[in-house]
Nanobody, 124 residues
């Protein structure tokens, strides 16, 4: 599985960005997917996840109501719509998956495939 993340950039506080993660492989519709982020000097943290069908979604408390995760299985792509961005959202954002997973987890170590990361910088 190869993951390609894109859509990051520089935005002012209060602005919006939409991240995309394109996946290779014909079994994408069977994978749970997740977004993580890592700021300089900090550990990688869970941001959002979505189950294989798109019905179940989970979010970091601090992004609830501002971020929305979605997926298009026909396009092998997962998205992260980020609204009302804050300076503390500044980080490199990564998409990830583990095709073996039955349950969704928020622990980075449980994911085995990662995108290359896309930088999001929010200026205050």
């Amino acid at each position: 599985v190869q993951l390609q993340a894109s859509g990051g950039g520089l935005v002012q506080a209060g602005g919006s960005l939409r991240l995309s993660c394109a996946a290779s492989g014909r079994s994408f519709s069977g994978y749970h997917m997740a977004w993580f982020r890592q700021a300089p000097g900090k550990e990688r943290e869970f941001v959002a996840s979505i189950n294989y069908s798109g019905v179940r979604k989970y979010y970091l408390d601090s992004v609830k109501g501002r971020f929305t995760i979605s997926r298009n299985n026909a396009k092998n792509t997962v998205y992260l719509q980020m609204n009302s961005l804050r300076s503390e959202d500044t980080a490199t954002y990564y998409c990830a998956t583990d095709p073996r997973a039955v349950l969704i987890t928020t622990t980075p170590d449980r994911y085995i495939y990662w995108g290359q990361g896309t930088q999001v910088t929010v200026s205050s």
